[in-house]
């Protein structure tokens, strides 16, 4: 096997051996001949090939030095297809409507998802392969999560199709599927408080305490926790999890009304917080790795 082929295992990628099976993917899509479409990791080219008779545009970034040269020289004589080395996670999103149909690197999944749905230029539609845990993960499957709360005001998130193992080489040893992402509109919270949604959410979930009742008491008064047991059906003893979708709107809701500066204070900034926290992490976790091939 090639060096390129490894360092693409080493990316955690499986590659679509199909043609036929992509085909009929993009098929059940909305992706049409007007539309500007981006693809991560394409690999060979096997999806990039069946973008480029259905769509104005495909943009596919590929990491591999080795594969985006073998991209470039493959769809040379395609003047709908632009190939970009480099770190999709480091790449300039649009600021026009576009769409996005790739087959994502599984190790980075959660890293792609947040970078394009937390956009200030969101894809209007997404099809993404990627293991079936993380896509129940954004579809809040078996409980909702704190991805999937922070996502669903703004997705609609569905699973649209079940791959087999043997769709892939290497064959993934766990089940992939693909997910959809399609952007609502209008949103199910405005554009005015969205920052504060999501701050108020970061919080419930990452405050550590037994219960979200005692993480509340802290932006509750009591008297405001009791009308919300007595009027939203809500279980002080419950956890974030717990609660489902359309709870943690009702209680942002309440929160809006009720809530004073002292309490917005304390939830303020919550979420860039959690990714200062996750940055520092990954950066630990990178020196971890690089003195274990050191040694």
């Not at 493959?74 to 297809?81: D, L, Q, S, T």
């Not at 409980?143 to 079940?162: A, D, T, Y």
Request: charged share 25%; hydrophobic share 40%; net charge positive.
């Amino acid at each position: 096997m090639s060096s390129s082929f490894h360092q693409s295992i080493f990316y955690a990628q499986h590659f679509l051996k199909d043609p036929c099976l992509v085909a009929s993917l993009l098929d059940r899509c909305t992706i049409g001949h007007d539309d500007v479409v981006y693809e991560i990791g394409p690999g060979k080219g096997i999806i990039t090939e069946q973008l480029a008779r259905r769509c104005k545009q495909v943009v596919a970034i590929e990491k591999d030095p080795r594969l985006s040269a073998l991209l470039l020289q493959k769809f040379a004589g395609m003047p709908n297809v632009s190939i970009h080395e480099g770190d999709f996670l480091h790449y300039r999103l649009p600021r026009k409507p576009y769409k996005m149909f790739a087959n994502i690197p599984f190790n980075i999944t959660k890293a792609i998802v947040t970078r394009l749905t937390a956009a200030e230029y969101p894809p209007e539609d997404a099809s993404l392969v990627m293991q079936k845990e993380a896509a129940e993960m954004f579809l809040g499957k078996p409980h909702e999560s704190l991805r999937s709360v922070l996502l669903k005001p703004w997705f609609e998130v569905e699973i649209v199709h079940r791959f087999r193992h043997r769709d892939f080489v290497p064959e993934p040893r766990v089940d992939v599927v693909m997910l959809r992402l399609r952007k609502r509109g209008p949103p199910l919270v405005s554009p005015v408080v969205r920052q504060c949604f999501r701050d108020f959410v970061v919080y419930g979930f990452t405050t550590w305490r037994p219960t979200l009742g005692s993480v509340l008491k802290g932006i509750f008064t009591g008297q405001q926790l009791k009308h919300m047991r007595r009027e939203l059906g809500f279980d002080l003893d419950a956890t974030p999890t717990s609660l489902t979708f359309e709870q943690w709107l009702n209680v942002f809701e309440y929160f809006k009304n009720v809530g004073n500066e002292q309490a917005m204070h304390t939830i303020m900034g919550s979420e860039n917080q959690l990714i200062q926290q996750q940055k520092r992490l990954q950066k630990v976790h990178r020196t971890r790795l690089y003195w274990r091939k050191m040694k």
